[in-house]
């Protein structure tokens, strides 16, 4: 059987799975491999047409931005004071709970990479945090906020080192091929003491029940997906260290299987919206699919994760 080297750990890349395009329906297969060192699971060939699999109604293109909200100079100092306490409190802003574990302040440098249209730097705006900046290769052209909120059309080599003190990597690493060339220039950005986080899907309790039908497999656009240990690996290989794990799985991991096992897309055919989880699902299945969600997590089994990565 032929293999290849892990993107991760160079260990032995096995093929073992062929996985199908089921977002969007075209059904399309993908050979991936397991990488016998590791333990993540990767493609073993990225398709030469990789920019079909990311047409324009593709969810990143699509995405609601919230209006920015600037703040006069008094209510940004009262906010900045008002997000310290949040981060007291046991739940906040979905947005605000991406950034609590690691306490950031509202002067923080935010980086989002692969951020699409956006959407997170805007909310994180909104919030308090004033110097926020996006940037993804991918989007049509360039796009300005205002008040210094704004969206590149670049790469990571094009911009300065040792810039920012968070770069944020929201369900976009798994969709590169370059982990650690791209670990690397997110630590060369980063200032002393900066953090990555990098939130991805994990291998997992629904991989063990799903296999092919997970649905987080996403093929062919999720080009590698982590075990715990990958990503420990990953970090050692970049000079970073894993300070912070959150696993944050929800109840998507178990309708959306579900989903493909009766061979039914993610998402409309006619109008590429997402299928109405409440015509295949009962409120009782989906209350039960978050209470499972939520047991995972609290084991570290769940199929999804934030890792928060520091530049020592």
């Known amino acids: 059987m032929d293999t290849t080297n892990c993107r991760i750990c160079g260990g032995t890349l096995t093929p073992k799975y062929k996985f ?163 670990l690397n220039e997110c630590y060369r950005l980063l200032k002393k003491g900066g953090k990555l986080l990098i939130c991805i899907p994990i291998l997992g309790t629904a991989w063990d029940i799903y296999k092919r039908d997970w649905v987080q497999l996403d093929a062919p656009r999720h080009f590698v997906l982590h075990t715990v240990k990958s990503m420990d690996i990953l970090a050692g290989e970049t000079g970073f260290k894993i300070g912070h794990t959150v696993f944050d799985s929800n109840a998507f991991q178990f309708w959306g299987s579900e989903l493909y096992r009766k061979d039914i897309p993610l998402t409309l055919p006619d109008t590429h919206e997402w299928y109405p989880v409440q015509r295949g699902f009962t409120t009782e299945q989906l209350a039960e699919y978050t209470e499972k969600a939520d047991a995972l997590n609290k084991e570290r089994k769940g199929d999804a994760a934030r890792f928060y990565l520091y530049k020592s």
């Open 20 to 182: 199908r395009e089921m977002m969007f329906g075209m059904r399309d297969e993908f050979n991936y491999g397991e990488c016998s060192n590791c333990g993540s699971i990767q493609i073993l060939e990225v398709p030469a047409d990789i920019e079909k699999y990311y047409p324009d109604y593709y969810v990143s293109f699509t995405q609601e931005v919230p209006a920015l909200k600037r703040l006069r100079l008094l209510k940004r100092i009262v906010h900045a004071q008002r997000i310290k306490r949040k981060y007291n409190q046991p739940f906040c802003d979905n947005t605000l709970e991406l950034v609590k574990p690691i306490n950031l302040m509202p002067d923080a440098r935010i980086l989002d990479i692969g951020c699409g249209k956006g959407a997170l730097i805007c909310s994180l705006f909104n919030l308090g945090f004033e110097k926020v900046t996006g940037i993804d290769k991918f989007i049509a052209q360039p796009i300005d906020y205002g008040y210094g909120v704004k969206v590149l059309k670049k790469d990571l080599s094009e911009l300065k080192s040792n810039s920012y003190d968070l770069l944020i990597m929201h369900h976009v690493l798994e969709h590169v091929d370059d982990q650690v060339g791209q």
